[in-house]
């Protein structure tokens, strides 16, 4: 599975950007997505999740200001950000989980999407 970023720029403060995750392979729908975060000097953070089944959970970071959904039929992840804070500014990155019957589980990573807001 490949998962390819796009979406991020330079927004200031009090905008909105939109990130978008489009995966490759025919099985997306079975997979738990999520956004994570990482600015310089610190350690990636989560953000973001949504499982296959549509339930989402939020960092108390961004809860009531960003969204995520999933389009199965496009096979992407969205990262709706509103209300964007200069502290928002960091990597953002677009993973993708699937645990089978036997309980292996794989994960995989996006390149990554640079997200800057200024003050």
């Known amino acids: 599975v490949q998962l390819v970023e796009s979406g991020g720029g330079l927004v200031q403060a009090g905008g909105s950007l939109r990130l978008s995750c489009a995966a490759s392979?025919?099985?997306?729908?079975?997979?738990?997505m999520g956004w994570y975060r990482q600015a310089p000097g610190n350690q990636r953070e989560w953000v973001a999740d949504?499982?296959?089944?549509?339930?989402?959970n939020y960092a108390d970071s961004v809860k009531g200001r960003f969204t995520i959904s999933r389009d199965n039929a496009k096979s992407t992840v969205y990262l709706q950000m509103n209300s964007l804070k200069p502290e928002d500014t960091a990597v953002y990155y677009c993973?993708?989980?699937?645990?089978?019957?036997?309980?292996?589980?794989?994960?995989?990573w996006g390149q990554g999407t640079q997200v800057t807001v200024s003050s």
């Open positions: 392979g025919s099985i997306f729908s079975m997979y738990n």
């Open positions: 949504i499982t296959s089944g549509g339930s989402t």
């Open positions: 993973n993708g989980s699937i645990t089978y019957s036997d309980a292996t589980t794989y994960k995989y």
